[in-house]
Every structure is written in C-alpha cells, then in structure tokens.
C-alpha cells in the first residue's frame, strides 16, 4: 500500500508575547524546554517518529534563534537531498503574497502557491507551542480514510482556560461547532492546534477570504469548514499542555518532576530528538550538595541546595546556593547565598550572592535573558528582572 504523499507546515512566527522576557530575544519554539530541548522539538520529533518527511517550517518573529536551533534538520534525520526541511521565511517579491504574515491563515495564504505545486496528499498544519507526543502518521491515514475535508485534533482542558483556544463541539466524530477564543465557551473540548486538511479544500477556503482581513484559522477559515459539514475531529487522550504563558511553562516544568512524570522525554519508543549545540559531560554533583526531586541537565553543576528544580545545560548553583520549586535554564548561575523560589531564571542569567528572587507560595518570579541580579537585589514573588515597564 502506497504512503500518502503528506506535507507538513509548523507555523513557528508568532511573537509568543505570552511568555514575556522568555520570548523578547527568541521566537517562542525556541524557548528551551526540560533544560535540555526547546518547544519546536516537540512537533519534529513527532514527524521524525512518524515518518513524515516533508516538514516546512514558518517562520517570522526573532528567526535567528530558531534557524541556528533547526540545523538544517539533521537532528530529525530532515536534511534530505530530496524534501527534508523548508524554512518559509517573510518575502519582499512583486505579487500580492509578499510581506510578513498577520496570523496562521495568512502564512498559509502567503505560501499556497508553493503547496500547491508540491501537490501534497495531505497537508498536516501544526504549533509550535505545546508539548506532547503523537503520532502525525496514524493521524494522515486516519483522516485520509475518513474522506473528511478537515480533521481536528481535539483535548480537553480545564473549563476557566477554554476561552483560550478554539471551542470545539461534536456529534460523534463530527465536528458540528467552532468557536475561537469564545467569551462564553460552550464546553472544554478544543483544537491543540494540531490539524490535517485536503489541500484543495484549505487552499480554496483561504483564497476565498478577503487577503486583507485574513488573520488566524480559526477567525474564518476553520468555521466554514466546520458548517460546511467537512469537519472531524480526533480526540487527544495522551498529555498535552500548552505552554505559552509563564505559569503554564513552570507548571509543565514542575509535572517533569512528579515521580511518574506524565511524559517520558527519553521513550527509546519515541524520543524527543534535540539539537545538541555543544557535547556536555555528565552532571555533576558535589560533596555536600543537597538534590531533592530535581532534574539536572548534563554539564550542570550542583554544590548547594536543590529541591523540585529542572537545572539545565552548563547550570550551576555553587555551595550556600539554594533553589527551590524553580527553573534554572541553560547556563544560568546561581551564586553562594543567593537563593531561588517558585522562579524562572533565563539562559545565563546570574544571580549574585545574597541575593533572593520569588518566594515560597508566590507567583512565579522571571529573570530575563543574560540578566544579572545583582548582590543583595531582591526580586519579589511575580516580578520580572529587569523591569519591562509595560
């Protein structure tokens, strides 16, 4: 039996404002992740799982960080002679479809004429921004089956957050109702941003709205879709969690750390694959250091007091240091005497003798990228270091 001919585009160009100081020098898929990942490797690991081959990836906001991440695709077995990765960037040319992207519907639009002449079978549309494992192939096979014009992949999710995302309701496997971002969301069942259409009937869709007022999918698009009668869902009952903004980030963190955490990084099975910028010897915990359900990356450096952290790459929390409740991104160091609580310290951040940030019980304190806080400084429980003066 023949393969589907499948593509698929991981919309990575939002600015991700959600994340704060994490996203002011990223684009949000590269916000590291566990200390050891970063968000897009999530969706790539999926397609390198799954066999999917033909990955584009789109992208706009802070691209630098992102590129340097991709590596051409190597890590996902994606730096192919033929097909592999595609990075979409933002065009200057002389046709209307030049210009940067206003939402995910538009960066579909902008590049409809390159899907249409890949031809694809399939055209599997993904974030960036939330972890889980799935597997896109037995999702394309799945839809193609169907005859349906649009699949949904669906979960469910606390009822105070549906109004986050799109408002799923079905009839069986039918989608009957979509609404995004409702003020009065009729259930907590939602799209994860996960979606597999027929090509012709998204393209035609797209090109039937007013180019100007083309923002995001579910705006328009995935509604006439839906009333249409071409919509199915397919309902996600593994982990998901989205994680675009900071409470949600430390709190997929801290599920890390449970004694069965609900996702497995390392599954021989199914790897989350990452690209190593650089090789790091095993972690390494000092005489006298104390470690209590903490998760450190290698290369990190332990000497003083860790309970429920993540430490990532080349981290270091010298003798005297205490961190608790906390995420220590790559490189951060945590000086003798500083301590940490219920925080978010950003890639090589240092936080200088004596000095506290966050607090046992408080919001979640975050320190932004390369930041320095200095001896003696502290910063509250929900503060942001330095200020952003929003």
Request: proline share 6%; charged share 25%; aromatic share 6%.
């Amino acid at each position: 039996m023949a393969r589907t001919r499948a593509l698929v585009v991981v919309l990575a160009g939002g600015a991700g404002g959600r994340l704060e100081l994490l996203t002011k020098e990223r684009a949000k898929p590269a916000v590291p992740f566990a200390g050891t990942h970063r968000l897009i490797d999530f969706p790539l690991s999926n397609c390198h799982n799954a066999g999917l081959h033909d990955v584009w990836v789109s992208q706009q906001f802070n691209p630098i960080s992102l590129s340097d991440h991709l590596a051409n695709g190597r890590p996902w077995d994606l730096d192919r002679t033929s097909g592999g990765l595609l990075i979409l960037q933002p065009r200057l040319g002389h046709d209307e479809r030049e210009g940067f992207q206003h939402g995910t519907a538009d960066a579909l639009w902008r590049n409809a004429p390159l899907i249409r002449q890949f031809a694809p079978e399939a055209l599997v549309v993904l974030s960036a921004d939330a972890v889980y494992v799935m597997d896109y192939g037995a999702l394309v096979e799945e839809h193609m089956e169907s005859g349906a014009d649009a699949t949904i992949v669906t979960t469910e999710v606390e009822p105070e957050d549906a109004g986050r995302y799109g408002v799923v309701e079905v009839d069986g496997d039918r989608v009957r109702g979509y609404a995004y971002k409702p003020d009065e969301p009729r259930g907590n069942l939602v799209a994860n941003e996960v979606f597999v259409f027929r090509p012709d009937a998204a393209l035609e869709a797209l090109e039937a709205e007013d180019a100007e007022d083309l923002e995001d999918l579910g705006d328009s698009v995935l509604p006439k879709l839906v009333d249409a009668g071409g919509a199915r869902e397919h309902r996600l009952e593994r982990y998901w969690r989205d994680v675009g903004t900071v409470p949600a980030y430390w709190e997929a963190h801290m599920e890390l750390l449970e004694p069965e955490p609900p996702i497995d990084l390392d599954d021989p099975d199914w790897p989350v694959v990452t690209h190593a910028t650089s090789h790091r010897a095993s972690a390494r915990v000092h005489g006298g250091a104390s470690v209590e359900a903490g998760l450190l990356a290698p290369g990190s450096r332990v000497a003083g007091a860790v309970q429920r952290s993540v430490i990532g790459r080349g981290a270091v929390v010298e003798e005297g240091a205490d961190v608790r409740d906390s995420v220590v991104l790559p490189g951060a160091v945590v000086r003798a005497g500083a301590t940490v609580r219920r925080a978010i310290l950003d890639d090589r951040v240092e936080v200088c003798a004596g000095a506290a940030v966050g607090e046992d019980g408080g919001e979640i304190a975050l320190v932004g990228l390369r930041a320095s806080v200095p001896a003696g400084e502290r910063v509250a429980a929900g503060g942001r270091f330095p200020e952003t003066g929003d």
